[in-house]
């Protein structure tokens, strides 16, 4: 017997992860108002899924979000992930005619680059569905224009980023980390971190240097989650307290619970502590949680891998 039904549209799904900066070294702000920066990424196992779904031609581009944050995503052109769609369709010379639906695992603006995992996840999603077959060095050519952390994104792993963070030499980390973050509703934004950052250091910053990272990565190559604790670095944290004073509490609450580590997550407001185990980080997002020191928390492991079709 034939059946009637129609058969469902080609779709793809891809995951990404989010990120964590170990160490976010930030020199004097350049001429072009950037910073040079020396960053280790980390990419954390909470993700990000983008289903791409084909649709008939000359449609054009929808997107849909699901997750615990879905309602602060923006569902039009200023969505990094309907922006990849845009890029890679126009790389390719195609009309970017596609269903993007993501599902939000990642905090929404806590500084771990949901937003960059959705990007990234977008452009291998479209490349399998319109079969466009571009290399991972195209894809991250196209990531690098859609912003500094995609490239990251579509990596994944452990990887020193240079430049504005965005050229990349993957690195060896060993075992498995245990982290604990505390996210607030209320934002941070980056640019009035980095604002914050030029009045109170200016052009005196000193430059960023690989060398300085060098006992960070001798713990990640040791799995040595103690010395990692102790070689977490973050050079915009002074400002970020700066402009959220409330977050020293929570940073003090995971030190008193013995972290090995914490420290405000790249430009914030999210604070991230590094634990002993998995008991151990969800007994630091229990403390937040109990003393209201957080408006979500949420725990998870570190290395997770790049971009990939599921
Ligand atoms: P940043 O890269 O600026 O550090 P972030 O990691 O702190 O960003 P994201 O969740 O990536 O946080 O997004 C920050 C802001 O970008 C959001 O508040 C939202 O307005 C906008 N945005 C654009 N595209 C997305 C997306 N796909 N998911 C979430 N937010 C997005």
């Keep these: 017997m034939t059946s009637l039904a129609a ?5 793809v799904r891809v995951r990404a992860p989010g990120k964590i900066n170990l160490s976010l070294r930030v020199g004097p702000v350049e001429e072009d108002g950037y910073h040079p920066l020396v960053t280790v990424f980390q990419a954390v196992a909470l993700h990000e899924e983008v289903t791409a779904t084909e649709v008939a031609d000359g449609v054009g581009l929808s997107l849909t979000v699901d997750g615990p944050q879905a309602d602060r995503v923006p569902l039009d052109a200023s969505n990094l992930a309907w922006r990849a769609a845009e890029v890679l369709a126009e790389h390719v010379g195609t009309s970017p005619d596609v269903a993007l639906h993501l599902s939000k695992g990642v905090p929404v603006a ?10 990234a996840a977008t452009l291998v999603a479209c490349d399998a569905l319109w079969g466009a ?24 792993h452990t990887a020193v980023g240079t430049g504005r963070g965005h050229l990349l030499t993957p690195a060896m980390s060993r075992g498995e980390f245990h982290w604990a973050f505390a996210t607030r509703d209320e934002g941070l934004s980056t640019p009035a971190v980095y604002g914050r950052f030029d009045e109170m250091y200016g052009t005196t910053a000193p430059p960023v240097d690989v060398a300085d990272d060098n006992g960070l990565m001798q713990a990640l190559r040791a799995g040595d989650p103690t010395a990692l604790g102790a070689a977490l670095h973050n050079d915009l944290e002074p400002a970020a307290l700066d402009l959220r004073p409330e977050l020293e509490r929570t940073l003090e609450i995971a030190r008193n619970g013995g972290a090995l580590g914490a420290m405000v997550s790249g430009s914030g407001p999210t604070v991230a502590a590094l634990a002993r185990s998995r008991q151990h980080a969800l007994a630091i997002a229990a403390t937040w949680t109990a003393e209201d020191a957080a408006d979500a928390v949420w725990c998870t492991t570190a290395p997770a891998a790049g971009a990939r079709v599921l």
């Design 110 to 119: 806590g500084g771990m680059a949901g937003g960059s995992a959705d990007a």
């Design 7 to 11: 058969a469902p549209s080609p779709s």
């Design 133 to 156: 077959g571009l290399s991972r060095a195209e894809l991250s050519g196209l990531a690098a224009r859609l912003g500094s952390d995609v490239p990251f994104a579509l990596l994944g």
